[in-house]
């Protein structure tokens, strides 16, 4: 009886319930003046900001995930940001097909034909004036091993041998190129000629440099079995840039598993005893080779070195770069007057200062990200990135971060969010000092700044007309 009584009076109070909460005439109508939440808006907090050089940056980490994907080469000149200037470190090592190396078709070859250094072009990453540019390149060998185990920055100096296998001129092209590719890494007698197509530089090393890798196996076979080995013999090469241009080029050195022609590396053609071509590839693999870019930045006599760590904290104009060159240092406002508040949005929002008259040639960044320090001082994206990136859609989506245009004013705005970020500092969890920077959106991580070449302007906190403004909108508990 006690259980059908209980039963009973659930019944009786769900029916109140739901009759009460389906009423429009009673919802609310039992709430106080003073307990209705106070939702708010300003966008009168002001921001100060300035510009910075970067600190070094990680161009190679141990670990795949914060590894670059592509590879900046060339120094280029800025009438506005000065000369930026990118070179590539990287070791090789013997291709493996599955868990062998299969060197074994060197033991009776005659001669080296041809030594080539295949590097697929990146054109995504083509910044500036530089299609139809003359490029030079030098080749040298390293004089260090690099520790496949340890971070490396972008400041770091690799040590070099005195003397260049070469040094290359070409002409920066998007330019499908097609050659012949003969016989891989296999135990095949022979393979068809095959003719190849796609967009890459082949930089022609000397035969003596073949001849050493091929001989290098026959004196001592287990050299291509050991990589430590291996790497103490051939630490790798530096490819450096020798001539200025009004732009920037990268490359992939990446592996390309199903077709060895397609990658990345040293590719040694000889001739066997039966005086049959076959090839044999070196490359990049990031699972065993390290492959770092050292970066130098030089803002003499520039515009941008007028703003370089000011002795203002507001400058009218701020300058971003890529790689590791210029970032604008953020400070927000104090929120003290904001007590027991929620952030439902907040946004920031920058103005592009054209300083060129519409000229195009450098075009503005395609992603801009905000950085902030963790609490060992390590840089990390602002929450608000990683949430969008983690949620696997566009990142210009959640986040923004990327050029509108401004039809009202003509000018071309970034707007980012960073609700979440701003949440923490009024909670007082979260420092109020941040950095904005542009970034390749192929893959939002921090690292992806050494992939960019990408700058800009924009107008500071000190301009009269157009400084930076923080919209937010809130709801005091």
């Known amino acids: 009886m006690k259980l059908q009584h209980t039963l009973a009076i659930m019944l009786t109070i769900s029916a109140l319930f739901y009759s009460s909460c389906t009423d429009p005439a009673i919802v609310g109508a039992d709430l106080l003046d003073e307990d209705i939440a ?25 670990f795949r995930d914060d590894q670059l994907d592509a590879y900046l080469f060339g120094t280029m000149v800025d009438p506005v940001f000065g000369r930026s200037s990118s070179t590539i470190n990287v070791q090789f090592y013997p291709y ?59 400041d770091r ?14 002409e920066a092209s998007m330019d499908t190129l097609t050659f012949n590719d003969y016989t891989s890494n296999s135990d095949e007698e022979v393979n068809d000629t095959t003719e190849v197509a796609f967009f890459h530089l082949r930089v022609p090393l000397p035969t003596s440099f073949g001849d ?38 990268q490359f992939f050195l990446s592996t390309n598993p199903l077709t060895p022609a397609l990658t990345a590396g040293i590719h040694v053609y000889y001739r066997d005893s039966s005086d049959q071509i076959r090839r044999y590839l070196y490359n990049f693999n990031p699972n065993q080779n390290t492959r770092l870019t050292s970066f130098e930045h030089d803002y003499t006599g520039t515009p941008a070195s007028e703003y370089i760590d000011n002795s203002s904290v507001s400058d009218s104009l701020i300058f971003l770069q890529g790689m590791a060159g210029l970032e604008g240092r953020i400070t927000l406002p104090d929120f003290s007057e904001l007590q027991n508040v929620v952030v439902n949005k907040a946004e920031l929002e920058f103005y592009v200062a054209d300083l060129e008259a519409g000229d195009t040639t450098f075009a503005v960044p395609e992603q801009l990200v905000l950085a902030t320090e963790d609490e060992s001082g390590e840089e990390e994206l602002l929450i608000d990135v990683i949430n969008a990136d983690m949620r696997q859609q566009d990142v210009p989506f ?61 107008y500071g906190s000190s301009h009269p007309t157009y400084a930076p403004v923080l919209r937010l909108t809130f709801t005091r508990l």
């Open 96 to 154: 493996q097909f599955g868990s062998s190396v299969n060197p074994t078709a060197f033991e009776d070859y005659t001669a080296v034909d041809s030594v080539v250094l295949l590097l697929p072009y990146a054109t995504r990453g083509f910044y500036g004036d530089i299609i139809g540019q003359q490029i030079g390149m030098e080749v040298t060998p390293l004089d260090e091993l690099l520790d496949v185990d340890e971070d490396f920055f972008s």
């Open 157 to 170: 100096i690799v040590a070099t041998k005195m003397d260049p296998l070469t040094v290359y001129n070409f």
């Open 38 to 62: 106070e939702v708010g808006f300003t966008d009168t907090f002001a921001v100060l900001t300035n510009t910075a050089q970067s600190d070094p940056i990680l161009t190679f980490s141990p």
């Open 398 to 458: 959640f986040f923004g971060g990327v050029p509108e245009e401004d039809g009202d004013l003509n000018l071309t705005r970034y707007t980012l969010n960073v609700s979440t970020y701003l949440q923490e500092v009024l909670d007082g969890t979260a420092s109020r000092e941040i950095s904005l920077y542009p970034i390749s959106n192929s893959d939002i991580t921090a690292q992806k700044r050494a992939e960019t070449a990408e700058r800009i302007v924009l």
């Open 212 to 249: 050493s890798l091929l001989q290098a196996y026959l004196a001592d076979s287990t050299l291509y079995e050991n990589r430590l080995d291996f790497l103490n013999r051939f630490p790798g090469l530096q490819l450096s840039p020798t001539t200025e241009a009004g732009g920037i080029l």
